[in-house]
T-cell receptor
Framework: GAVVSQHPSRVICKSGTSVKIECRSL??????MFWYRQFPKQSLMLMAT?????????EQGVEKDKFLINHASLTLSTLTVTSAHPEDSSFYIC??????????FGPGTRLTVL | AQSVTQLDSHVSVSEGTPVLLRCNYS??????LFWYVQHPNKGLQLLLK??????LVKGINGFEAEFKKSETSFHLTKPSAHMSDAAEYFC???????????FGPGTRLSVLP
């Protein structure tokens, strides 16, 4: 079946540093990938839609200069949290669209900003 | 616009008894509907999906859901709960073409021995 990986699975960083999270579709090509954020005991909130070869589309309230998304190939999208602060600590999950009606989700990346 | 309501934030059942997790949706389109399960600190796993074919959808691990347009519901059921079913369950609605997933708030299922 369709598999999506994320790297790293867990990252701890100091306030003010930048962190890059990778999302890869391992056995299929995905022109569209999605980035979600999940706070503890809450649901997933869509942050942005990443389209290969074009600019990402950000949801209302998501700072595009803080959460940089790059989708340079059909199997890789990256999310960079720039100048991270403790309030950015969260569980970040990506998904990749496979066929017309389904998304496959990565295992998530837990970011902790000290 | 799409929205999803999961009426119960927490459901607790005994092992071997039936499970019912409720989901109601609103959508301007003929939606696709999904149920995902998330175990602690893990990603999401697709249990089943409805995409305008049969209204009774069978998924993995013995779960099934019935799409009822008149009630705008897509409740998840399982005849007999297992300890390994304890997890967070999300109902998701999407217009056609699999984009713009809207997640419900989730229901935490506890299974008691």
């Amino acid at each position: 079946g369709a598999v999506v990986s994320q790297h790293p699975s867990r990252v701890i960083c100091k306030s003010g540093t930048s962190v890059k999270i990778e999302c890869r579709s391992l056995d299929f090509q995905a022109t569209t990938m999605f980035w979600y954020r999940q706070f503890p005991k809450q649901s997933l909130m869509l942050m942005a839609t990443s389209n290969e070869g074009s600019k990402a589309t950000y949801e209302q309230g998501v700072e595009k200069d803080k959460f940089l998304i790059n989708h340079a190939s059909l199997t890789l999208s990256t999310l960079t949290v720039t100048s991270a602060h403790p309030e950015d600590s969260s569980f970040y999950i990506c998904s990749a669209q496979h066929r017309a009606d389904e998304q496959f989700f990565g295992p998530g990346t837990r970011l902790t900003v000290l | 616009a799409q929205s999803v309501t999961q009426l119960d934030s927490h459901v607790s059942v005994s092992e071997g008894t039936p499970v019912l997790l409720r989901c109601n949706y609103s959508s301007s389109y003929s939606p696709s509907l999904f149920w995902y399960v998330q175990h602690p600190n893990k990603g999401l796993q697709l249990l089943l999906k409805y995409t305008s074919a049969a209204t009774l959808v069978k998924g993995i691990n013995g779960f099934e859901a019935e799409f009822k347009k008149s009630e705008t519901s897509f409740h998840l059921t399982k005849p007999s709960a297992h300890m390994s079913d304890a997890a967070e369950y999300f109902c998701v609605v999407s217009p056609s073409y699999g984009q713009n997933f809207v997640f419900g708030p989730g229901t935490r299922l506890s299974v008691l021995p």
